[in-house]
C-alpha cells in the first residue's frame, strides 16, 4: 500500500524554467492538496481539489497550475520558476478531510536559483 | 473559516520532563481539530485527532490533548519527553474542503 507518492524528492531549477511535481495516491480518494511550507510559516495551500475534473484555488496559486484527470494523480505545474517558489512542497490526499485528516506525501524539495 | 493558533514556535524540555504544546482555536462551535508531527527532513503524520466523542484524545507514542471549550484551546501533552519527540508539531483545523495548519511548534528535547 503506497499510500501518497510524490516526485521528484529533491530538484534545482533555475529562474524562468518550468517543472511539473507529480503526485498520485492510490487509496481511492476524492480530495487532494497541495501545500508548500517555508520555515516558520506552516503548510500553505496552493491548489485543491476535490474530485476529477474539480480544482480550485487555495490561499497561495500564483505562479502554479493543477490538474485532475483521474482520481489518483494531482500535478502541480510551476510555470517560469521564481526564486520565491523555493519550498517544499507537500501533496495529500483524503476520503474526509474534516474527519480524517490528511494522507501526506513525504514531500519535494524545490531549489530556484 | 476555522483557525488556529499555536502559542509558542519554540519548546525546549528535558528529557523525562513532561511537555505541552499550546493551541488556541477560533470558533463559536464544537470543530475537529487535528495535531500533527514532523521530523527533521520528513514528511507529516497525524498525532491524534478530535471529532467530538470524548474531549481527552489520546495519540501515538504516548501523546495527549484535550479539548476544552470553554477555553477554546487544543494543548498537546506528554507526560515524559524522549529524545526521539524532537520534531515540529502542527496544530490544524478544518476550513471548508481543506485544512488550516498552525505556524507549528518546534520541540526541542534535551538529554
Known amino acids: 500500500n503506497a499510500g501518497v507518492t510524490q516526485t521528484p524528492k529533491f530538484r534545482i531549477l533555475k529562474i524562468g524554467q518550468s517543472m511539473t511535481l507529480q503526485c498520485t495516491q492510490d487509496?481511492?480518494?476524492?480530495?487532494m492538496y497541495w501545500y508548500r511550507q517555508d520555515p516558520g510559516m506552516g503548510l500553505k495551500l496552493i491548489y485543491y481539489s476535490v474530485g476529477a475534473g474539480i480544482t480550485d484555488k487555495g490561499e497561495v496559486p500564483n505562479g502554479y497550475n493543477v490538474s485532475r484527470s483521474t482520481t489518483e494523480d494531482f500535478p502541480l505545474r510551476l510555470e517560469l520558476a521564481a526564486p520565491s517558489q523555493t519550498s517544499v512542497y507537500f501533496c495529500?490526499?483524503?476520503?474526509?478531510?474534516?474527519?480524517?485528516?490528511?494522507?501526506f506525501g513525504s514531500g519535494t524539495r524545490l531549489t530556484v536559483v | 473559516a476555522q483557525s488556529v493558533t499555536q502559542l509558542d514556535s519554540h519548546v525546549s524540555v528535558s528529557e523525562g520532563t513532561p511537555v505541552l504544546l499550546r493551541c488556541n482555536y477560533s470558533s463559536s462551535y464544537s470543530p475537529s481539530l487535528f495535531w500533527y508531527v514532523q521530523h527533521p527532513n520528513k514528511g507529516l503524520q497525524l498525532l491524534l485527532k478530535?471529532?467530538?466523542?470524548?474531549?481527552l484524545v489520546k495519540g501515538i507514542n504516548g501523546f495527549e490533548a484535550e479539548f476544552k471549550k470553554s477555553e477554546t484551546s487544543f494543548h498537546l501533552t506528554k507526560p515524559s519527553a524522549h529524545m526521539s519527540d524532537a520534531a515540529e508539531y502542527f496544530c490544524?483545523?478544518?476550513?471548508?474542503?481543506?485544512?488550516?495548519f498552525g505556524k507549528g511548534t518546534s520541540l526541542l528535547v534535551t538529554p
Open positions: 487509496m481511492n480518494h476524492n480530495y
Open positions: 495529500a490526499s483524503s476520503f474526509n478531510p474534516g474527519g480524517d485528516g490528511y494522507t
Open positions: 490544524v483545523a478544518p476550513s471548508g474542503y481543506a485544512l488550516n
Open positions: 478530535y471529532t467530538s466523542a470524548a474531549t
